[in-house]
């Protein structure tokens, strides 16, 4: 498997437009994360799906921020309209569940960076 | 909601030093995981540990989860430069699959 797949890597946009990053995770896994990452703080999780459903999207900054799993090979996490404090690392991460170790497996990122 | 310290935010040492990295949780934990984050990488899974009071080894990482299941530690014996990055402890939810990263610690380690 090629282990979940982000893209675009780097995004440059400008402020106000409408920014939609994409997750192919692995094969086979049911859960699925988007998490960001700043230096400031750190690695948040915004929102999680299983077997397609969101569960938890208490951590989605506010209602610019939008995520959809429209089947198990896809989601996209949008941002409309973009600003520059979204500027960060913004990581797709997918589990199994069941028994045994429930490692979470991440992509590369997307570097975002709003000006 | 469930929340995790983790001490120190930054450490540097000299290579050949020990280090430890120590992650607290405000409530008793189903499991915990540990990551490591190279720079410029992603996060990558190490261990998970369920048990109280639970070690595990894997070369010179030893992982430890407290008694009580509310702390956990990671400890480097004589570091090396392949040891630079961030290291981060997840609390993990048995039932809900949640998964919660604590702010990480950051390894720098001088040849």
């Known amino acids: 498997d090629a282990g979940v797949i982000q893209s675009p890597r780097h995004e440059v946009t400008e402020m106000g437009q409408e920014v939609t990053l994409r997750c192919k995770p692995i094969?086979?896994?049911?859960?699925l994360f988007w998490y960001r990452q700043t230096m400031m703080r750190g690695l948040e999780l915004l929102i999680y799906?299983?077997?397609?459903?969101?569960?938890?999207d208490s951590g989605m900054p506010e209602d610019r921020f939008s995520a959809k799993m429209p089947n198990a090979s896809f989601s996209t996490l949008k941002i409309q309209p973009s600003e520059p404090r979204d500027s960060a690392v913004y990581f797709c991460?997918?589990?199994?569940?069941?028994?045994?170790?429930?490692?979470?497996?991440f992509g590369q990122g997307t570097r975002l960076t709003v000006v | 909601g469930q929340q995790v310290m983790q001490i120190p935010q930054y450490q540097h040492v000299q290579e050949g030093e020990d280090f430890t990295t120590y992650c607290n949780s405000s409530t008793t934990l189903s499991n915990i995981q540990w990551y490591k984050q190279r720079p410029g990488g992603h996060p990558v899974f190490l261990i998970q540990l369920v048990k109280s009071g639970e070690v595990k080894k894997q070369k010179r990482l030893t992982f430890q989860f407290g008694e009580a299941k509310k702390n956990s530690s990671l400890h480097i014996t004589a570091t090396q430069t392949t040891d630079v990055g961030t290291y981060f402890c997840?609390?993990?939810?048995?039932?809900?699959?949640?998964?919660?990263f604590g702010q990480g610690t950051t390894l720098q380690v001088k040849p």
């Open positions: 997840a609390l993990g939810s048995g039932n809900t699959g949640k998964l919660i």
């Open positions: 094969s086979g896994h049911d859960y």
């Open positions: 799906f299983n077997n397609n459903v969101p569960i938890d």
């Open positions: 991460a997918s589990s199994l569940s069941g028994t045994g170790a429930k490692e979470a497996f």
